[in-house]
């Protein structure tokens, strides 16, 4: 209804706070862009979802860009977390991020573990960047909407670093990951005609 409070999934500014809404992965990989890049597999069921709960984050994310308490708002459905930060990064002008994810409980080999942390395509998340003062606020906002919400980092540098339960697991230039990112339907069709 009004333009002026649409919100963008790229990061506006440097040292912003990235939010998670949502639940941390929940070892979901099944039917993932993971499972089919990395593993040449199509298999798996699709992650739960949960409509209320939808719902809930729906709402919620209207209110906080109605009330311009967020800076940018980016689901975590296609390629999980990692490719969420990522593609906030990417047009920025090289702005990085720094975040920290909690080990995935219910995944029992450690590979799994940080693979589904960082790619998992578990429902109902979404990842924001809210200005540090508007931090309470917005956090504030998620409790009464019984949205979970935790602080995962922040925005700035010029690269992606992402720890999984204390270990480092993503560490890349900026410019590096977008350029992988933009060439991928070039390089795509390039193996499949070679």
């Not at 593993?39 to 939808?54: I, K, Q, T």
């Not at 906080?64 to 980016?74: K, N, T, V």
């Not at 080999?109 to 931090?135: C, K, Y």
Request: charged share 25%.
């Amino acid at each position: 209804e009004h333009a002026d409070r649409v919100v963008s999934g790229r990061f506006k500014e440097t040292g912003d706070v990235i939010v998670l809404l949502g639940p941390e992965a929940a070892g979901e990989i099944g039917g993932s862009e993971y499972l089919k890049v990395v593993h040449g597999a199509v298999r798996g069921a699709p992650p739960a979802l949960d409509l209320d709960a939808e719902r809930a984050l729906q709402s919620l994310l209207v209110a906080l860009a109605d009330e311009r308490l967020i800076r940018s708002a980016h689901d975590c459905s296609d390629g999980g977390i990692a490719v969420a930060v990522a593609e906030c990064c990417f047009e920025t002008n090289g702005m990085g991020a720094e975040l920290s994810l909690d080990a995935v409980q219910a995944a029992r080999d450690a590979r799994i573990n940080t693979a589904a942390a960082l790619f998992g395509e578990s429902a109902t998340r979404v990842l924001i960047s809210v200005e540090p003062d508007q931090l309470t606020a917005v956090l504030e906002r998620a409790t009464a909407a019984r949205v979970q919400a935790r602080v995962a980092g922040n925005t700035g540098g010029n690269r992606l670093r992402i720890s999984v339960g204390g270990a480092a697991a993503i560490d890349l230039a900026i410019g590096e990951a977008e350029l992988a990112w933009s060439t991928a339907i070039d390089r795509h069709f390039v193996r499949r005609v070679a």
